[in-house]
Structure formats: C-alpha cells, structure tokens
C-alpha cells in the first residue's frame, strides 16, 4: 500500500526512472522518501540497449556481449562497398532489458527510502498547489515535492520530430552455428528510396543466436507491421535458409530532432523548478543517431546528485550549440536527401578516425573531432542545405 506524501515522485519505472532510482539507492541514507509509479504489472526482456563502451556507465559489467569490429554495408549500385569499423578502444556493447530491470530493481529494494509500486498509473497532469505536486492515480491521490516524469508523452502528431527512427527486430536461434560473435554488422543499407534510409543491423551473441533489427530513418513513423517485410527479407538474407526459431521480437520509434515541448511547459508555470520532464521523447536521445541509454546514465547521476545536495530535479541538459546545429543540418539534410543516407553514413565509418567518430557519437566530442566529421562530409551539399535554412528562417 502506498502512503501519500513523497519527498520525489518519479512516474514511470522505465530506462529513466529505474536510472534515478538506481542512482538514489547507492546514495544510501541520504536519499529522499521516494515513489517510482509504473504502469506496467511485471516487466519482461522488452528490449536490448547498445552502446560504445564508457568506463563510468555502471551497467558494463551486466553487458552479455561486445563488440570489437562493426561491418558497414552499402550497394549504391551493383558494386557491394564495405568497410570495417575498428571499435578495440570503445567496444560497442549489448546490455539486455531484462538483466537491466532484474539489477535497479533489486538495487531499489534495497533502500528503505525508495519504493517501487507497480500496476499504477497516472490518470491526469500533475497539480500545483500550495507548494506541492499532486498526482492522481488509478489507486488514489499522491503528493510530492519534486516530480520526474519519465512518461514517453508526444505521439508524432502532438510534437513532431524532423525524423522519427522506427525500428523492428527479432532474436533468432539457429540450429546451426552460422554467425562470428566477434563480428557485428552495424548497417546493411537496403537499396535508396525517396521514403527513408533504411538498413538492416545483425548483432550475432553466439554462434547461432543474433538480433537483426531493420531500420528506416524517415520522415514517417512506422508502425511494426509496416516493417515486417523488410525485416523478413533481412532475416532470410542473413540466415541462407538455415533453420531458425524466433526467440524474442522487439520494435522501436525514436525521435530524431524532437521539436521542444512546448504545450507541456506551459502546462507547469508554478514550482517547474522542481517538476522535470526527462526521457527518450524529452531530450534523452541524441537527435542524430536516436542513441538514449548513455545519456539517460549521465543525466541519472547527475540529478540524484542535485536531488540530494539541492533538492531540485533536473532535467537533461542541451547538447553545445555547435553538436546541436550539425546534428540539425545532418538531419535535415537526410530528411530531404534520403537517398543519399547510405552514402553519408559510409563516409562518416570509412573516412573519420574510429576514436574521433565514437567521441563524437558519445557526445564527447572536441572541436577537432567535429572537424573531423565534417571534413568527410559533402561540402556543397551541406551548404546549400545551410543556406536553404538560413533563407527559410530569414522569411519567417
Ligand atoms: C526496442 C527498443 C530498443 C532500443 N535500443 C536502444 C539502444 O540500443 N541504444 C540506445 O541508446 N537507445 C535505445 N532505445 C531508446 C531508449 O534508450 C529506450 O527507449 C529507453 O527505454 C527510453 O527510456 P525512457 O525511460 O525514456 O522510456 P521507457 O523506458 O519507455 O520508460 C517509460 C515508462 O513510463 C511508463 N508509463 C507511461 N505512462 C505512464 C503513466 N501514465 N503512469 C505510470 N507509468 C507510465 C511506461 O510503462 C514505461 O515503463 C531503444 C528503445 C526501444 C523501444
């Protein structure tokens, strides 16, 4: 049963909420009386996270598997181009949602200050007044004095987003050993298309157990049904009529260059200071890759840190203004070129030293390993990408 006054409520126990509270156990003590309301019952392997190896992401050690060298494909025509991507200095990584829930969740148990209720779910936009947050829910009313909310609001008709990533997958088991562990294959484009680009990952774990996803970046969302056909196609190329069993399916849809939002400011005029949207749709993915995982670990330490010394939650901080205007050309310039995606991705794993590439896509990136991005890219198409930009801003 849970009791109605919180120090912190966090709504929805996912990636982000499950972070915070995880952050918030290890501090002992010292963190503050918290609820984490989820409106799932029980929680199943939903989802499997990847991302380039970080010494402080406290999870590395729960990762099943890794990768050293990632395969990129491209057929711009009958020619098959290929490069390997050398990853030794931060292995891509794959750690599975299940062992993620199992892990916070437990670490959360272990806290008396924290709790973890289930099956509940936040029925309206929390309330302020006199000095509180109230949240009603579908077991009664709650109070707080700091909010985190974690739901992932804004269908792509309430925000919008330049591009939206959708992506479905399945976990294959083969009856025979087909796959190399060692070796992943990051993107395997399918032919150009004016919709989206559109490529296939194979993320092999063993010798005959792998994820293959495909992937469509476009102005559209997709739902899984839509798809499946690709999906089906990859399968059937990367397995070659090998006898196979689905194991697990799991579908995504990321927003890439997420519009702010707006409405739901508004709605949070008093004590916003200690109300705080955070997650995948408010600011959580990186907009030109959809990568979230890490950035969610960098946001959770550091708001149970204010949490705890301040007694503020805050939300993710803005990437620095140069990272935010090129990920907003690239992804422009995708969004109206997408035939051309293939090529741009090829460039940038063929052409940019891996260090640099991976400091870049990690958000760690200097002025030098920008320029190296940028320096493989193609200048005139850019520009005039720039410019367009510039003259549409100039009339509005
Ligand atoms: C299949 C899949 C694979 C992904 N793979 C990667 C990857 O490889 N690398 C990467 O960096 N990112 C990846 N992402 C993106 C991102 O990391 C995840 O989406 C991540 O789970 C986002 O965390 P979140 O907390 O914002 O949202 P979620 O994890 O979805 O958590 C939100 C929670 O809020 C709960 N909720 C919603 N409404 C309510 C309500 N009214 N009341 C109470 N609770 C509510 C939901 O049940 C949910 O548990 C992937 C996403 C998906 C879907």
Known sequence: MISTKYDLVIIGAGCAGLSLGYQLSVMGAVSPKTLLIESRLSYENDRTWCFWEDKANPFNSL?????????????????????TFDCHSSPYQVLTGGTFYQHTIEAIALN???????????LKEPEYRNGLWYLKTNEGSIAANMVVDTRPVGTPAMHGATLWQSFSGYEVECLSEIFDPRAAVLMDF??????Y?????LLPISKN??????????????????????????????LNATDYKVRRSE??????????????????????????RVGVNAGAARPSTGYSFQRIQNWSVACALSIVSRGVPIAHVKDPYLLQKMDALFLNVLKNNP???????????????????????????????????????????FLSELLKTLIAKLKN
């Not at 680009?197 to 990952?201: A, E, K, N, P, R």
């Open 63 to 83: 990762c099943t598997h890794q990768w050293k060298e990632l395969l990129i494909i491209n057929k711009p025509s009958e020619q098959i181009l290929e490069t």
């Open 190 to 195: 399918c032919p150009s298309n004016s919709e």
């Open 339 to 381: 035939t051309l995606g293939p090529e741009l991705f090829f460039s940038l794993f063929s052409g940019v030293n891996p260090r640099r590439l991976i400091r870049f896509l990690t958000d760690k990136g200097e002025f030098l390993d920008l320029w190296a991005v940028i320096r493989v890219l193609p200048k005139v198409l």
């Open 251 to 276: 579908y995504g849809l990321i927003p890439m260059g997420l519009k702010p939002l707006d409405d739901d400011k508004a709605q949070h005029t008093q004590g916003e200071d200690y109300y705080v």
């Open 197 to 201: 680009t559109g490529f296939t990952y």
């Open 209 to 238: 157990v792998a994820l293959i996803e495909f992937t469509s970046f476009g102005v559209k969302p997709y739902a899984a049904p839509a798809l499946r056909a690709h999906l089906e196609e990859s399968v059937k190329k990367f």
């Open 112 to 122: 008396s200050n924290l709790e973890l209720a289930l099956g509940i779910d936040l």
